[in-house]
């Protein structure tokens, strides 16, 4: 079965960059989709179709995939926002079945 | 708005079954695939069925085939999941998702879950 691999963890400073990384086989040849999920609440989809964002989230998040790789960046040119503290799930589809990655969860240092 | 409200989730004994529902609102139901997704206690997500929007054409994640079963009612727009033979193993949060493509899709909203725990 396909598998999407992410780190478990990743820390930011504060105006810093989170890139988190989903890996899987020829990624780019499908589409990656991620969702945030604070502490206690329901999945937020904050990138679809590789890099697209939908209505309600902030610029700050972008998405790209090339080759094994997809990356969600939330950039910090603003101070890394404490509500961004939350999980973070790459999603992709293969041979009939929505694929999780295991989810990183980002904190604030 | 789109609003989904998932019920039914419930403590049951390993073995037993159990009913959940997914009550929509706020898009037009009858027009949207649908799907059951659930998250283990402090673990990831799985995704564990999907339904059409007209057609009832459902596919299920291998680790439920031939115990659970999705539907739905568009006249009262309302998804159920009918799970069957649980084991400890199907505890989870269990979240209803609208759907975007019944193939090579994404879910563009959520509910906020409802626990069914399996346990004697």
């Known amino acids: 079965s396909y598998e999407l691999t992410q780190p478990p963890s990743l820390s930011v400073s504060p105006g810093q960059t989170a890139s988190i990384t989903c890996s899987g086989d020829?990624?780019?040849?499908?589409?990656v989709y991620w969702y945030k999920q604070r502490p206690g609440q329901s999945p937020v989809l904050v990138i679809y179709d590789d890099k697209k964002r939908p209505s309600g989230i902030p610029e700050r998040f972008s998405g790209s995939n090339s080759g094994n790789t997809a990356t969600l960046t939330i950039s910090g040119t603003q101070t890394f926002d404490e509500a961004d503290e939350a999980d973070y799930y790459c999603?992709?589809?293969?041979?009939?079945?929505?694929?999780f990655g295991s989810g990183t969860r980002v904190t604030v240092l | 708005e789109v609003q989904l409200l998932e019920s039914g989730g419930d403590l049951v004994s390993p073995g037993g079954s159990l009913r959940l529902s997914c009550t929509a609102s706020?898009?037009?139901?009858?027009?949207?695939?649908m799907s059951w997704v659930r998250q283990t206690p402090g673990k990831g997500l799985e995704w564990v069925a999907v339904i059409s929007a007209s057609t009832g054409s459902t596919n299920h994640a291998a680790s439920v085939q031939g115990r659970f079963f999705i539907s739905r009612d568009n006249s009262k727009n309302t998804l159920y999941l009918q799970m069957s033979s649980l084991t400890v193993e199907d505890t989870a949060v269990y979240f209803c998702?609208?759907?975007?493509?019944?193939?090579?899709?994404?879910?563009?909203?959520w509910g906020q879950g409802t626990l069914a725990t399996v346990s004697s």
């Open positions: 020829n990624l780019d040849n499908r589409f």
């Open positions: 706020g898009f037009a139901f009858n027009k949207s695939a």
């Open positions: 999603q992709a589809w293969d041979s009939n079945t929505y694929v």
């Open positions: 998702a609208k759907t975007r493509g019944l193939e090579r899709g994404f879910f563009d909203y």
